[in-house]
T-cell receptor
Framework: GENVEQHPSTLSVQEGDSAVIKCTYSDSASNYFPWYKQELGKRPQLIIDIRSNVGEKKDQRIAVTLNKTAKHFSLHITETQPEDSAVYFCAASKAPGNTGKLIFGQGTTLQVKP | ETGVTQTPRHLVMGMTNKKSLKCEQHLGHNAMYWYKQSAKKPLELMFVYNFKEQTENNSVPSRFSPECPNSSHLFLHLHTLQPEDSALYLC?????????????FGSGTQLSVL
């Protein structure tokens, strides 16, 4: 089955710096890769996702890149702000037809220091 | 708010108790899920219901018993739990039918088993 590895487990950056979180997956058939953000004491929320037919997607200060050959994808946050502090989870699944069977990474705790 | 409501927010129970977790979604979705979130571990998928039918049981012990009476409600019945079952239990929903994998999470029930 699918296995998703996420690194680093913790990341501390200065406000304004960039942050990069990387995930690798094992199943080459996986084709959907979302990222969720979970602030302390709150629910995970989808922040960006990418499908295997594109290599990069951007939404304001966040972007995700995908390398299908190497089977890894990354989350990039530019100009980090204190409100970006949270736990970030990557996930992978084979979609459509595999509803909800997202396999999550272990999570990265991002701390943005003011 | 994401439209997924979970009750109770916190639950403390003994190993011989029977309790139930409740989830309700107001998003018109057709798929609902239970996830377990333990410290320093990935989100673990427990059960998936698609159009009220259970489509996934991720090798969950029988002391966890799900119930989905309709597409808007999901329960997790708990009995004779173990201390290692202490965790945050998250409910989620999605459009379902293999059409949209975007998960909307509830705030979770923080369960402590004594």
């Amino acid at each position: 089955g699918e296995n998703v590895e996420q690194h680093p487990s913790t990341l501390s950056v200065q406000e304004g710096d960039s942050a990069v979180i990387k995930c690798t997956y094992s199943d080459s058939a996986s084709n959907y890769f979302p990222w969720y953000k979970q602030e302390l004491g709150k629910r995970p929320q989808l922040i960006i996702d990418i499908r295997s037919n594109v290599g990069e997607k951007k939404d304001q200060r966040i972007a995700v890149t995908l390398n299908k050959t190497a089977k890894h994808f990354s989350l990039h946050i530019t100009e980090t702000q204190p409100e970006d502090s949270a736990v970030y989870f990557c996930a992978a699944s084979k979609a459509p037809g595999n509803t909800g069977k997202l396999i999550f990474g272990q999570g990265t705790t991002l701390q943005v220091k003011p | 708010e994401t439209g997924v409501t979970q009750t109770p927010r916190h639950l403390v129970m003994g190993m011989t108790n029977k309790k139930s977790l409740k989830c309700e979604q107001h998003l018109g979705h057709n798929a609902m899920y239970w996830y377990k979130q333990s410290a320093k571990k990935p989100l673990e998928l427990m059960f998936v219901y698609n159009f009220k039918e259970q489509t996934e049981n991720n090798s969950v012990p029988s002391r966890f018993s799900p119930e989905c009476p309709n597409s808007s409600h999901l329960f997790l019945h708990l009995h004779t739990l173990q201390p290692e079952d202490s965790a945050l239990y998250l409910c989620a929903s999605s459009q379902g039918g293999g059409q949209d994998e975007k998960l909307f999470f509830g705030s979770g029930t923080q369960l402590s088993v004594l």
